[in-house]
Structure formats: C-alpha cells, structure tokens
T-cell receptor
Framework: DTGVSQDPRHKITKRGQNVTFRCDPI?????LYWYRQTLGQGPEFLTY????????KSRLLSDRFSAERPKGSFSTLEIQRTEQGDSAMYLC?????????????FGPGTRLTVT | RKEVEQDPGPFNVPEGATVAFNCTYS??????FFWYRQDCRKEPKLLMS???SGNEDGRFTAQLNRASQYISLLIRDSKLSDSATYLC???????????????FGKGTKLSVIP
C-alpha cells in the first residue's frame, strides 16, 4: 500500500498525559498537512509542511500542540497535557510537489480519546 | 457565517435516482474547489476537483458558479455504494497563491436505499 499511513490508529489516554502521532506521507509528496475532525464536523486545518519547513499554522494549534517534519519525510504531531476537548480524529494528508496541485490525499487517521 | 455551508441531509434516495448537493462558500478569495466523500469512521477521499467550466467523471458532475459562490455535485444513477457523506471543500488564497490549507464543509449525508 503506497498511501498515507498513520500510527497509531487508536489512542486512549488520560487527561494530562502527552501523546505523539506519526504520519508517513505518500512517497515523494513534499507537502504534508495535519487536520482534526470531531463528530459531525468536517476536518479542520491544523498545520502544513513543505519539505521540512512548517509554513502554515492554524489558530486552532494551541501551545500544547507541536508538529515536526525533521527530514522532510515523516511527520509527528505531539499534544502535551491532553484535555478532554482534544478527543478527535487526527488526520494527515499529503500532496505532490507539482506547484499547481492542491489536491490532498488523506491517511486513515489516529482516533484520540482522552478520558 | 461559516466559510463553507452545506445542507447536512440526510438525503435518502432509491437506487437509480439522481441526487444533487449544493454548497456555498463565503470567501471570494477561494481559488480551488473539491468534493470529497467520507465513509463512516474513515478518512475523506478525493472524489473530484471542480473547475470553472464544470466537469464530469462518470456518473458525477460538478459545477462551480464563482459569481454566486456556489458549488454543486450531481450524482446520476445512484448506487448503494454511493452512500457516504459528501464534503464540499475550498482552498482560500489567504496569502496570494501560497496557501494550501483546505476548508471543509460539515458534509451532506447520502443514503441510497434498495
């Protein structure tokens, strides 16, 4: 399977704990995105990388959230001191390097439950 | 006002029917337009991009009206497998052509019944 992969697929954590999610984009896609989706809503943009540079961040991305893509390949999203409101599906997407390509391809997501 | 608005449905239609979904967007700086489909508890999958001249892909036809800031999706000859939530998506050029973030509507739920 050469699609976007995410790990873990499910995570249950207690409030106050830190969690980290990983995303592996489609091979040779240089753009990588993180979104969050809650029940009944569409995905909401969190942040975007072009290669290793983080170029856009949403106001939704509080100080407790940090994302990295150190070598321009896989990315990690860390949430510190989780809160119950962080419970959501965290989706990663990637898109190819062609300048005019704005289509994004999503991974299966990591479902986070904060108890 | 939400940036992308859709009728949440549900639309319950018999197999073989034609169904149309509409979507409006509020930001006139929107530059790219898409329809994604999302099955229950799965990731969104790109259905089609929407071009100014309108475009068709098999049983699916998408239209864009920039003046009215309106996008539509028409599904002909509905199949049971078309049952899903259809997400209207726009890309707003917040900073010239360099913005890549997508803005999603809440989705319209379609159930095709035998």
């Amino acid at each position: 399977d050469t699609g976007v992969s995410q790990d873990p697929r499910h995570k249950i954590t207690k409030r106050g704990q830190n969690v980290t999610f990983r995303c592996d984009p489609i091979s040779e896609h240089n753009r990588l995105y993180w979104y969050r989706q809650t029940l009944g809503q569409g995905p909401e943009f969190l942040t975007y990388f072009q290669n290793e540079a983080q170029l856009e961040k949403s106001r939704l991305l509080s100080d407790r959230f940090s994302a990295e893509r150190p070598k321009g390949s896989f990315s990690t999203l860390e949430i510190q001191r989780t809160e119950q409101g962080d419970s959501a599906m965290y989706l990663c997407a990637s898109s190819p390097r062609e300048r005019a390509s704005y289509e994004q391809y999503f991974g299966p997501g990591t479902r986070l439950t904060v108890t | 006002r939400k940036e992308v608005e859709q009728d949440p449905g549900p639309f319950n239609v018999p197999e073989g029917a034609t169904v149309a979904f509409n979507c409006t967007y509020s930001n006139s700086a929107s530059q790219s337009f898409f329809w994604y489909r999302q099955d229950c508890r799965k990731e969104p999958k790109l259905l089609m991009s929407v071009y100014s001249s309108g475009n068709e892909d098999g049983r699916f036809t998408a239209q864009l009206n920039r003046a009215s800031q309106y996008i539509s999706l028409l599904i002909r000859d509905s199949k049971l497998s078309d049952s899903a939530t259809y997400l209207c998506v726009v890309r707003v050029a917040y900073s010239g052509a360099g913005s890549y973030q997508l803005t999603f509507g809440k989705g319209t739920k379609l159930s095709v019944i035998p």
